[in-house]
């Protein structure tokens, strides 16, 4: 199967009308920047509003040219203070749905700081909801490396409608969604903590967090900010375990009422901070000593459940419900990773859970199933009672995902990876599942994530991985296994892969790579492979490698600002005169009117020299974002290249390897036609003999025949002949007997008839005879044929003979009756 594909902006039928708009959108906006018309936005927002009522997501993945030129597009609109500016958020609504877009929106595109000029007390409180909607999915995982222009406008007006009283449900609504997108900006960014400590008074703004999280507002994401203040502040390493029980008891408070609520944001920060505590080196203590896990998860299971059979029957809003039972199921697959004894009683219950999902989210579904049957690796068996319910639903989740397999894909080789590892349920995977559905699995990941970035390139190294992992376990028990193996190593793809795996920053990636190799079933032409490929790509610079040049200056880079001559002067002259009283020791004389005047210059220069730096600081920012956007788009027009060269090779080397059987099919034609060429010759040389003894009985029969026709033909003309002497004399018999009957013509009208049809055949009789004696020439099948002519000829005769016997009974009943009539005429 092949993986990689050639894509064109024009490529097929289908492909066109799926991306008409987005083009069609790209040049109405080169078309707005080149002449800012009304009719230019009008049709934006048309494209815009079709667009964002699209039901097909996946013309928002990144990867494509299309797509890059679209986002691009829309974030130079979205710049311009006349562009449809909430045509575009509705776009991004839509867009944000889809997880890889939604990344790309968030790191590749740069939106928020678009989104945060947008966000002001001016607009009504519906739009502040909708772009804090759009904020807070795209602020998500979002990073921030320096003091960006517009975190401290964002700051403030964030912290102004978190700390406003919220009686109102709007605004209650617009304070939550305003504490969301607060944490998310906050998370991982030390710039953002700092502007926000810069804006507000972080010790009442503290304490008015811990009045929310007491009084059930804001759950997770009022400890996952504090969580960011304290590290900030104090560091992660000085929370104290009271803080981490008090953090996992709201969490769990927050999932299971989120459940209840359908609330899918608060689920995926739930999520998100489980995960945090759970992977940080110096929380993870603590949390295992959390004892309210076991009581707290078999509540929040009964409402999964619920959840499950809601998110099956809903047809109001599918997709809010499938994002609540997706964040459900990572936040329980975080819970199963802790590898807590106390959380086993659950596995029963999480399985039924996972076949029960199954049909609706498959890849957390799988992700969860291969988490929990990965626990008892290092046991080698299964308990009794997960082998009871997995064999029923086991058969079901072996099946190859047929509906989108790129997307899920991962998630099912892990679970293949994971029933690999117990020696009871290797045996039905070897059963179940076939080497080709294995690797037409695989492929279909990466031709899936080879469109979608960054987040594809992760997903699809995990994904070979854990299927060169699973191979590597069956081919000691299958040679089919081995086969799969081989060319699973010799695809281009997935030793690309590797070697990206092998040469990047993340050291569990690569250790996971080195066990591979290592492995004493791993053939050794393809290490070779894999270590020359990857030197080749320790030189490649990834661009989010790349840092931003940041530029020292010194403490009086102020001066360097241009004054007023007047200035300049008076500044001078404060200067010597602070001097001399400095040496003279009558500082204290100075007036404190200059020293201010003097703080006030340098004050006005600072602010001056801010203000610049901030227009230049965005300027950068918004060139930085358009440079990354070009970026984006040259990585697709490269990623597509690619795709496109290694066609062309694999075509080469095919129409190769077809040449060169061809040459050897020439070559054996060749021999072949040699020795039939000899064949021929010894079988011409004997037809020759055989020829010329048929020529010499050819001949001896030809004599025979040429004298049996003349003998014939003498016998022909004997009785010619003595028919034309009988013919004569019945013509004169005729001519008499006309002569007598010419009194009764009228009666003899009809005889004289018969005679001229006579005379006609009589004719055709002489003309036959001629033809007669020009085929005596010829052949025995002409003498046969002449023969026939002269027994009909003889039988036309003995019937000529038979009508003259005929006429002449008749001429003597005419003479009868004419006698009759004479004597009995009158006298």
Known sequence: MEVDGVESWGSNAPEVTKFANLKAFVTTAREFESTHSESAINLMTRYLGLIASSCDLSIFSPGRSEVCAFFSSLWRVMCDCRGPHWAGVAVLARAAIEPNARYALTHTYKFMPILARLLSSAISNEKKIKLLSVMQDISYGIKISWQESY???????????IVQPMSEPQHRTIGHKS????????????????????TVDTKEFVVHLINLKDGGFGGVEVCRLLVCLSGATRGSATTRQTDVHSYLCCTMRTFRKAIVERDATQLLHAYTFINDLCTDNNLQNYVLTYPNFTSSLGEALKDTDDLCISAADDRGEPEQTISCLQSTLKFLTVLVNLDSYSLRCHHYQLICLCMKASRICLPESLELFAAIVSQYRDEGRLPQELISVISDGLPGLLVPPALEPGRTGLQWLQVLGALCESSETQECVMQEVSPDSFEDTLYSVLQYTSQNGPVGTEVAQQAVIVSCRTALTLTPLS???????????????????????????????????????????????????????SLHNVSDISAEDISPRTEIESEMSWAAQRLTPAQEHAIDALITKMNDALHN??????????????????????????????????????????????????????????????????????????????????????????????????????????????????????????????????????????????????QKKLEQQTNKNNDLAGVLIKF????????????????????????????????????????????????????????????????????????????
């Open 479 to 533: 040679k089919e296994w081995e086969a799969a193996l081989n060319r699973l190593l010799a695809h281009h793809q997935v030793r690309k892969s590797l070697c990206a795996g092998l040469t990047s920053n993340n050291g569990a990636r690569r250790k996971q790579v080195l066990v591979l190799v290592k492995h004493h079933y791993f053939p050794s032409d393809q290490i070779n492979q894999v270590f020359g490929e």
């Open 151 to 161: 975190l401290s406008e964002l700051m403030k007006q964030l912290t102004d409608w």
């Open 585 to 730: 020791n009558k500082i204290s004389d100075i007036a404190t009117s200059s020293v201010m005047e003097l703080y006030g210059y340098k004050m006005t220069c600072l602010e001056q020299r801010l203000h610049s730096h901030s227009v230049a600081l965005q300027g950068a920012t918004d060139h930085m974002a358009s440079l990354q956007h070009a970026l984006a788009l040259l990585q697709a027009t490269n990623s597509t290249q690619q795709d496109v060269l290694y066609t062309t090779q694999m075509q080469n080397e095919k129409h190769k390897k077809t040449i060169d059987e061809l040459h050897k099919q020439l070559e054996d034609a060749e021999i072949t036609f040699k020795s039939f060429r000899a064949k021929l010759t010894a079988e011409r040389h004997d037809r020759e003999t055989e020829k010329e003894c048929l020529k010499k009985e050819l001949k001896t029969e030809i004599n025979n025949m040429e004298n049996e026709m003349k003998r014939r033909e003498k016998e022909a003309e004997e009785r010619l002949k003595q028919a034309e002497i009988e013919y004569k004399a019945l």
């Open 752 to 827: 004289e008839e018969r005679v001229k049809q006579r005379d006609k055949k009589l004719q055709d009789a002489a003309a036959s005879e001629s033809a007669l004696r020009k085929e005596l020439e010829q052949k025995d099948s002409m003498i046969k044929q002449l023969e026939k002519t002269v027994v009909e000829r003889e039988n036309r005769l003995y019937q000529m003979t038979t009508q003259l016997e005929e006429m002449k009974r008749v001429q003597e009943m005419v003479a009868k009756l004419m006698t009759k009539s004479v004597s009995t005429a009158p006298s």
């Open 179 to 198: 504490l969301t997108v607060l944490v998310n900006v906050c998370y991982r960014n030390l710039p953002a903590i700092y502007a926000l400590m810069r």
